[in-house]
């Protein structure tokens, strides 16, 4: 504690240029009230304009683009369909699982998570075993079960069961955790593929959400069955893929060789992970892991030149929220709101500057005339409803401090 209060002053007055900074651009400091308000304005649009009610499920893109070619599934190359799949779904789970925290507006987010449970359940595959999620509903199509997809799943049931207490949650969480395993074998030194049946990569994606889900179900239940997986997927991501320049490469291959592309999610996933193992351990290691992971992720993210002056680079909009649950779970440690402010400061860059004639924001946040005039991805536009309600949870802790 004595360390932490030595380093106050300096953190006062680092944070206290950046209010400087933004208030030069234009970005005067937000109250939590107005912060809530952005997200229960991002949360609702996006319920109207991206639900699809004759299946209960969202849209991908808004306005719906047939001709859009999706890019983030295995081979690449696949059409907008009916419903979105699993991915982009998953962040209004996360998103109402936020707003739920916010006791203003648990009646009516209790009524939306009921919707959404009953819609995640549609990807649900109980024809192979063990049970799993796969990439789009079931009623449509067989398709294939990612492990990150479920890590997802497995996250948003252990937070939604945090919110509620509603056993069936907790169940589900298990299951999920169940089908990662599944997935876990010993070529590489362990650790999981991306996907079902393909032995082609380890990637962080996977292993991280994994060890999330891991932790999350101990956060809970205190079985130290949990507790031990999630030491055991975080040491395989900590030897295997955190790379030199102190952040999470994307993935190893088959062959042994590490694929060098580095995303915001990867390494927010690992923070926040070693953020929960040294709460549930006391072993100050993972503190000091996580605390130079948070430089070090600044430091790596923040190269790419931003309109918003020192802002922090948005490779991908959901990424970065990642990212942000990791700085917040450190922040709730150490107090360090440094990190927080980088990331809300570009937040509110994009609302102010990047949002189309729909209220949507750009993937990039920020004012690009081609992505102002194109649809925008559900996921994009979920995360902005998330980080909002994040915020103003955190301004509201701390307007009370004052």
């Known amino acids: 504690m004595t360390q932490l209060h030595k380093k106050q002053p300096a953190r006062m007055v680092a944070i206290g240029l ?224 955190l790379d030199s320049t102190g952040v999470y490469a994307n993935d190893r291959k088959a062959t042994g060789s590490v694929n060098r592309v580095f995303y915001t999610y990867n390494s927010g996933s690992m923070l926040e992970a070693a953020v929960l193992l040294y709460q549930f351990t006391g072993d100050k290691q993972y503190l000091r892991q996580a605390e130079q992971l948070a430089k070090d992720t600044y430091v790596h993210f923040s190269k790419q030149k931003h309109p918003a002056s020192s802002a922090i680079q948005i490779d991908l909009p959901w990424f970065v929220t990642v990212l942000f649950r990791g700085y917040e779970a450190l922040y709730r440690v150490n107090g360090d709101y440094l990190y927080i402010t980088k990331i809300k400061q570009s937040l509110d860059y994009a609302w102010q500057n990047a949002r189309d004639q729909y209220g949507l924001v750009t993937h990039s946040w920020t004012p690009q005339p081609a992505e102002l005039n194109k649809p925008k991805w559900l996921l994009d536009e979920a995360c902005i409803a998330e980080l909002y309600a994040r915020l103003s949870l955190l301004e509201k802790e701390r307007e009370t401090k004052k």
């Open 18 to 241: 950046l209010l400087a900074v933004q208030t030069a651009f234009g970005q005067v400091p937000k109250t939590s009230a107005e912060y809530l308000n952005r997200a229960r304005e991002t949360y609702t649009n996006v319920w109207r304009r991206y639900r699809v009610p004759a299946y209960n499920l969202f849209s991908e893109n808004y306005p719906p683009n047939r001709n859009d070619t999706l890019t983030y599934m295995q081979g690449g190359g696949v059409k907008e369909k009916a419903v979105s799949f699993l991915w982009p779904f998953s962040g209004m789970f996360s998103a109402t699982n936020v707003l739920l925290k916010i006791p203003s507006e648990r009646k009516t987010q209790l009524r939306y998570l009921d919707s959404l449970v009953t819609g995640i359940e549609t990807y649900r595959d109980s024809s192979r075993s063990p049970v799993g999620y796969q990439a789009y509903p079931v009623r449509f199509e067989k398709s294939d079960r990612y492990y990150d997809d479920n890590g997802l799943v497995g996250i948003d049931y252990m937070e939604a069961y945090l919110n509620t207490q509603n056993p069936l949650y907790l169940k589900r969480a298990k299951d999920v955790f169940a089908f990662i395993l599944s997935g876990w074998d010993d070529e590489l030194g362990g650790g999981v593929t991306w996907l079902e049946g393909h032995r082609d990569q380890k990637p962080a994606c996977s292993n991280g959400m994994a060890t999330l889900t891991a932790l999350k179900l101990y956060q809970d239940t205190k079985d130290p069955y949990y507790l031990q997986w999630g030491k055991t997927f975080y040491n395989w991501m900590y030897t295997n893929l």
